[in-house]
């Protein structure tokens, strides 16, 4: 049995909770929070009889805390990583992991050094329908791919609980930190290494945002697979996650398909699946995702999807944003 212990209570950090009661080999020992009043909330919220905590610190001296999921404003990532890691416990960082290279490298040598098993919880991954789409890549359905894309789009207001330090470069970081690293994770999923990037970002309208709030890139993948990244916070449409993965064989467009596999297809085919079309939390995976990670630990075994292999996606990121502010491509790795 695991103790699980869930650092920031703010919106996302009820889905780790629940996720760690599903599990039957973990018990929510502690949550905390800048504000005991916040975690205690939370904690009544769910029905968890635990203790709950205002300081990091203190709440990582408890024996009994093996897992710490970090539910914080995005640029306490790091620093709490590293104290988390120096305290010998396990880490389920949420996106993004880090907002610079600088914190970035940081991250490396401390889980290098303290050797805890760490997932960062792009939880997209976990997803029926993205797991659909990876059986069909590996099972040779599409054959060698040639083209992917993907885009994160939501009219991102008010109403999310993020907004007031979401739209800060300081704390939010760019419109890819904030939410399209989703997409920039989901195309290295597929396409691999990336060898070179180059952005575009614009402003429109939306001036609540410190940083640009709409931004297109191109991905050249090391094999040759060209990708498309497109995200934005200013359309005034449903929130939107489109994937499109072309191949020799076939094709996948937005819960469609076309393939050679399916003998006398004549159009796109619909495929039945949980879809992907919703910025709310509790729509996603983290049961899944959460059970992974404990499996990963109980059996001394690395995730796919640790800091060293989700670094490469947060890499990317950082590479589009600098080619959109500096009009120049950007070769990686930038580490």
């Known amino acids: 049995m695991l103790g699980a212990a869930v650092w920031g209570a703010g919106w996302v950090s009820g889905q780790h909770l629940k996720a760690y ?27 968890i009889e ?110 999310w609980p993020g907004y007031s330090w979401g739209t800060t470069k300081a704390e939010g970081g760019s419109v890819i ?16 290494d990336v060898e070179e990037v180059f952005a575009y970002h614009t402003r429109r309208y939306k001036q609540d945002f410190e940083y640009m709030p709409t931004i297109a890139g191109v991905l050249k993948f090391k094999n040759g697979i060209l990708g498309v990244l497109t995200s934005s916070f200013e359309i005034h449409a449903p929130y939107t996650f489109p994937i499109v993965i072309g191949g020799s064989k076939g094709a996948i467009r937005d819960y469609k398909l076309h393939a050679d596999r399916f003998l006398g297809q004549t159009d796109w085919m619909d495929i039945p699946t949980v879809r992907a079309d919703t910025a709310d939390v509790t729509h996603h995976s983290f049961n899944e995702e959460i059970d992974h990670f404990v499996d990963c630990i109980l059996n001394d075994r ?24 500096t009009g120049k491509p950007i070769r990686l790795p930038l580490i």
């Open 21 to 47: 009661i599903n599990n039957p080999n973990t018990e929510v020992v502690a949550i905390g929070d800048k504000s005991k009043e916040i975690a205690r909330a939370k904690a009544d919220e769910l029905g």
């Open 50 to 159: 635990c203790e709950v905590y205002d300081d990091l610190d203190k709440m990582l001296k408890r024996n009994d805390v093996h897992v710490v999921s970090i539910c914080t404003p995005h640029h306490m990532h790091v620093p709490n990583l590293v104290k988390i890691a120096e305290a010998g416990k396990h880490a389920l960082i949420e996106k993004p992991l880090a907002l610079n290279v600088e914190g970035l490298k940081s991250v490396y040598e401390v889980v290098k050094r303290t050797k805890i098993k760490t997932l960062v919880s792009f939880v997209a991954r976990w997803s029926p329908y993205v797991r659909m789409l990876s059986n069909l890549v590996n099972d040779g359905t599409l054959g060698d791919l040639v083209y992917l894309e993907c885009g994160y789009f939501s009219e991102v207001g008010k109403w």
């Open 177 to 192: 930190a904030a939410s399209a690293c989703h997409a920039v994770d989901l195309l290295l999923y597929f396409g691999g």
């Open 302 to 325: 690395e995730s796919p999807q640790n800091v060293f292999k989700a670094g490469r996606s947060t890499e990317a990121g950082f590479a589009l944003d600098l080619s959109a502010e």
